[in-house]
T-cell receptor, first 112, second 114 residues
Framework: GNSVTQMEGPVTLSEEAFLTINCTYT??????LFWYVQYPGEGLQLLLK?????DKGSNKGFEATYRKETTSFHLEKGSVQVSDSAVYFC???????????FGRGTSLIVHP | KAGVTQTPRYLIKTRGQQVTLSCSPI?????VSWYQQTPGQGLQFLFE???????NKGNFPGRFSGRQFSNSRSEMNVSTLELGDSALYLC?????????????FGSGTRLTVV
């Protein structure tokens, strides 16, 4: 079956540091890949997506590249801000079910 | 464009009671899914409705049920509440057909069972 594995958190960084949150997946066929972000007290928001190999999704300074050869979709940002503190979820959709499989989430804490 | 609206935001219930949660999807979205989020289990899929039909179901007991109306609004019901049902219940809507556009989530209903 499908599965998503994310690095465990929390990830703690100083403002303006470089961010990487690792995500690897197992899926049948050719999945679409997503990153969602959840701010405290809110639901999840779609951050970015990629639908085929070598696609790069980007939004709000965040980027992730769909790497089929390594089955990965790592999230990166060059310079984090305090306002980026949130929980980040990697997810995939595959097999035509339209139901995403989510990772466990990685908490990011950014200090001033 | 209005987002996904969930009501109520917070709910406190007693063990053994039942509860109904409501979700209004984005206009034009025909798929509504429900998730339970807890610190220990993360996000767990409950069920998905598409055009008033349950299309997918997660691994939850029969106490958890849902339905979708002709205007795509959805309700989720939990009967005979247990302490372990305390969680954030998230509703998500999507077009639900063809290419994956990703889900739009509501802010959730925080259910506390005492």
């Amino acid at each position: 079956g499908n599965s998503v594995t994310q690095m465990e958190g929390p990830v703690t960084l100083s403002e303006e540091a470089f961010l990487t949150i690792n995500c690897t997946y197992t899926a049948t066929g050719y999945p679409s890949l997503f990153w969602y972000v959840q701010y405290p007290g809110e639901g999840l928001q779609l951050l970015l997506k990629a639908t085929k190999a070598d696609d790069k999704g980007s939004n709000k300074g965040f980027e992730a590249t769909y790497r089929k050869e390594t089955t990965s979709f790592h999230l990166e940002k060059g310079s984090v801000q305090v306002s980026d503190s949130a929980v980040y979820f990697c997810a995939l959709e595959s097999g035509g079910s339209y139901i995403p499989t989510f990772g466990r989430g990685t908490s990011l804490i950014v200090h001033p | 464009k209005a987002g996904v609206t969930q009501t109520p935001r917070y709910l406190i219930k007693t063990r053994g009671q039942q509860v109904t949660l409501s979700c209004s999807p984005i206009s034009g979205h025909r798929s509504v899914s429900w998730y339970q989020q807890t610190p220990g289990q993360g996000l767990q899929f409950l069920f998905e409705y598409f055009s008033e039909t349950q299309r997918n179901k997660g691994n939850f007991p029969g106490r958890f049920s849902g339905r979708q109306f002709s205007n795509s609004r959805s309700e989720m019901n939990v009967s005979t509440l247990e302490l372990g049902d305390s969680a954030l219940y998230l509703c998500a809507s999507s077009l639900g057909t063809g290419n994956p556009y990703g889900y739009t989530f509501g802010s959730g209903t925080r259910l506390t069972v005492v």
